[in-house]
C-alpha cells in the first residue's frame, strides 16, 4: 500500500482511500505494540493522516479539518514518551560510537528510561486508546467532502505547506533555536509527505527533489533527537556531570554540522516562491492526468 495517488482516481476518492490504509497500517502496527519499532511505525502513520488533513484542510472544511486533527494529535500524544525514548537511545549511540563506556551512566539511565516508558506504554493501555481513536476517524473518512477537482483540490495546501517551510528555513537560519527548527521540520515533513503521494507524477528532475527532501527531514530528524538526548542528560544524569560535561560537546558539534548541511540544502529547495513552483508541479500534475 504505498502512499501515493493513482493516476485513475480523483483527489476525492484517492484521499479517502489513502487516510483507510494509513489506519489501517496503523492499526496493525497497534497490534504489535510490544516490539518499539511498531510503535515509532504507528507514529509515521499518523504523522502521514495528519499531513494529509493539512494539505486538504481548505476543503473537508474547519470543522471536520479541527476535529480529525485534534483526534489524530490525542492519538500520536499516546506513542511520544516510548517514541523519544527509544530515539534517545539510539542517537546516543551513534554519538557515542565505540566510546560508550565514557558513558555508562548516562547510557545506564536511557536503558532504564526506555524500559520504564515502555512498561507503562503497556500497562495504561495506549495502544487501545490509540486503536480507538483511529477506528473512529477511519468511519469519519467517507465523510470528507472535497468539491474540487483535479489539481484545484491539491494547490492550495501544497503552496501553503511550501510557503511555511520557507519561511521556517529563513527563520531558523535568522536565529538558531532547538524550537525554530524543530518547527521546520515538521513543514519540510509535510512537504515530502505530499511529494511522495504525488510522485507517480513527477518527472526524474522533481523526484530527486523528493529525495532531498527525505534527506532534509533525516538532518533536522537528528537535530532534534541529540536536543532531547541533551535535555535527557541535563535533567535525569545530575550524578554523573563529568560524562555529561564530555557529552554535550559531541552533541553541539554534530548538531552544527546538521544545522549547516540542513540550511544549505533547504537554501535550495526552497529558492522558487510558492507560485511558480505550484505552477510547474501542476503541469507535471495535468500531463500525468492527460490533462
Not at 512537504?191 to 529525495?211: K, M, N, V
Not at 540550511?263 to 535550495?268: I, Q, V, Y
Amino acid at each position: 500500500m504505498p502512499f501515493r495517488f493513482k493516476k485513475s482516481e480523483s483527489p476525492a476518492a484517492g484521499v479517502r482511500r489513502v487516510c483507510r490504509e494509513r489506519i489501517g497500517a496503523a492499526l496493525g502496527g497497534l497490534r504489535k505494540g510490544d516490539r518499539p519499532a511498531a510503535v515509532h511505525g504507528v507514529r509515521k502513520e499518523i504523522k502521514k493522516l495528519r499531513a494529509l488533513f493539512r494539505l486538504v484542510r481548505g476543503e473537508i472544511g474547519r470543522g471536520a479539518y479541527r476535529k480529525g486533527a485534534k483526534a489524530l494529535r490525542e492519538a500520536a500524544g499516546s506513542l511520544t514518551a516510548p517514541r523519544d525514548a527509544r530515539v534517545m537511545l539510539k542517537a546516543f549511540k551513534k554519538l557515542a560510537g565505540r566510546d560508550s563506556r565514557k558513558f555508562a551512566g548516562i547510557e545506564k539511565a536511557l536503558r532504564k528510561n526506555w524500559r520504564q516508558e515502555t512498561r507503562r506504554f503497556r500497562k495504561k493501555d495506549s495502544a487501545e486508546a490509540a486503536g480507538r481513536i483511529l477506528r473512529k476517524t477511519g468511519r469519519r473518512v467517507g465523510d470528507l467532502k472535497i468539491e474540487a477537482a483535479g489539481w484545484a483540490a491539491i494547490e492550495p495546501g501544497l503552496k501553503q505547506s511550501y510557503r511555511r517551510g520557507r519561511e521556517a528555513c529563513r527563520l531558523a537560519r535568522k536565529q538558531s533555536s532547538p524550537d525554530n527548527f524543530h518547527d521546520w521540520r515538521k513543514h519540510v515533513k509535510d512537504l515530502w509527505h505530499y511529494f511522495c503521494l504525488l510522485y507517480p507524477a513527477w518527472p526524474a528532475e522533481a523526484r530527486g527533489f523528493t529525495d532531498e527532501l527525505e534527506l532534509l527531514g533525516a538532518h533536522l530528524g537528528e537535530d532534534h533527537d541529540l536536543f532531547l538526548l541533551q535535555q535527557f542528560a541535563a535533567e535525569h544524569c545530575a550524578g554523573k556531570t563529568g560524562e555529561v560535561k564530555v557529552l554535550n560537546p559531541r552533541i553541539e558539534t554534530r548538531q552544527k554540522e546538521l544545522h549547516a548541511a540542513a540550511l544549505k540544502l533547504g537554501s535550495r529547495l526552497y529558492a522558487e516562491t510558492p507560485a511558480v513552483i505550484c505552477r510547474r508541479l501542476g503541469n507535471y500534475w495535468n500531463e500525468w492526468r492527460g490533462k
